[in-house]
């Protein structure tokens, strides 16, 4: 026999480039799909800090553009160190609402500073 289990795909925006705000909305949001029965809580690609969209894309395309700069160092500074404490904070919230959670972040690489990865945690 095979298991049935209620799975929650979550579609809210981010607090964008704020890491610590996004993952209280995620800890929120995951008390709601737990408290409704979910088994397994999905956020989406680079929820944590923001989705680099092709607004951004375009709006800052020139890297002479100091704003660009500084929306990337931003995009940066918010993004998550896989392992680290945000990663653990993510695994608590998992482990607090007793599902399965899984959430898309912008990856810091300690040894390649400058470099982000989307990834899947």
Not at 59 to 75: N, S
Request: proline content about 7%.
């Amino acid at each position: 026999m095979r298991d049935v289990i209620k799975v929650a795909c979550v579609q809210v925006e981010p607090a964008i480039l704020d890491r610590a705000a996004t993952l209280d909305r995620l800890a929120a949001r995951t008390a709601e799909a737990a408290a409704a029965g979910a088994g397994l809580v999905v956020f989406p690609e680079t929820f944590v800090p923001a989705y680099p969209s092709s607004a951004w894309a375009r709006a800052l395309a020139g890297w002479a553009d100091p704003r660009a700069k500084a929306a990337f160092a931003l995009l940066h500074r918010e993004s998550v160190e896989v392992p680290g404490p945000d990663a653990d904070r993510i695994g608590a919230i998992a482990r607090e609402h007793g599902v399965w959670l899984v959430t898309g972040v912008n990856e810091l690489d300690p040894a390649r500073p400058g470099t982000l990865f989307i990834s899947l945690i």
